[in-house]
């Protein structure tokens, strides 16, 4: 069955780094989404993408943050000058059509910690 | 603020136990909800409910929406050890984005 994949699985960064966390989504998906779950807390949106530019992004997803797809099968999310809250669990996550039609589907997620 | 809670936040049963999660939500034009069950890592899709009273089934897992008291929930009949995890309940209003609840954690003990 076709599936998101993220890599790396775990990334360690000192504070103040830049990091790019990637993504692969399912093949003939056109959405994607980033969403992060700091430990103990809830899943939250971060992010959508849609024909190349962004559709929808939430409060957290300020200037620090920045997406990319770079070619036709990655998807990115950069973090610039990480922060110690920053550390989190990113979820990247991908569906066929329209969002609210068809369900979300997540990766394995990227384990950042920022030391 | 869309908002989406689940109860209980966790709770432990024996194998050939049911169990029935509860979501319920206040959200904005909203469109639809979602099941996920998440182990040790991804949120594994399980249901998306769209319309009131409608029981959507998958195996031994069953879920069912009531839009008029803006909840669902989720039951699960016979457990099974592999049945443990975090079930996730989302809901999808306008926009892209989904919100979560903040899950209920499912122990089945052998």
């Known amino acids: 069955e076709p599936e998101v994949t993220q890599t790396p699985s775990h990334q360690v960064t000192q504070m103040g780094q830049e990091v790019i966390l990637r993504c692969v989504p399912i093949s003939n998906h056109l959405y994607f989404y980033w969403y992060r779950q700091i430990l103990g807390q809830k899943v939250e949106f971060l992010v959508s993408?849609?024909?190349?530019?962004?559709?929808?992004k939430s409060e957290i997803f300020d200037d620090q943050f920045s997406v990319e797809r770079p070619d036709g099968s990655n998807f990115t999310l950069k973090i610039r000058s990480t922060k110690l809250e920053d550390s989190a669990m990113y979820f990247c996550?991908?569906?066929?059509?329209?969002?609210?039609?068809?369900?979300?589907?997540f990766g394995d997620g990227t384990r950042l910690s920022i030391l | 603020e869309d908002k989406v809670v689940q109860s209980p936040l966790s709770l432990v049963v024996h194998e050939g136990d049911t169990v029935t999660l509860n979501c319920s939500y206040e959200?904005?034009?909203?469109?639809?909800l979602l099941w996920y069950k998440q182990e040790k890592k991804a949120p594994t899709f399980l249901f998306m409910l769209t319309s009131s009273g409608i029981e959507k089934k998958s195996g031994r897992l069953s879920s069912i929406l009531d839009k008029k008291e803006l909840f669902s929930i989720l039951n699960i009949t016979a457990t099974q050890t592999g049945d443990s995890a975090v079930y996730l309940c989302a809901v999808g209003a306008a926009g892209n984005k989904l919100t979560f609840g903040g899950g209920t954690r499912v122990l089945v003990k052998p």
């Open positions: 959200v904005t034009n909203f469109r639809s």
């Open positions: 993408f849609y024909n190349n530019e962004i559709s929808e």
């Open positions: 996550a991908s569906s066929d059509r329209q969002p609210l039609n068809q369900p979300q589907h």
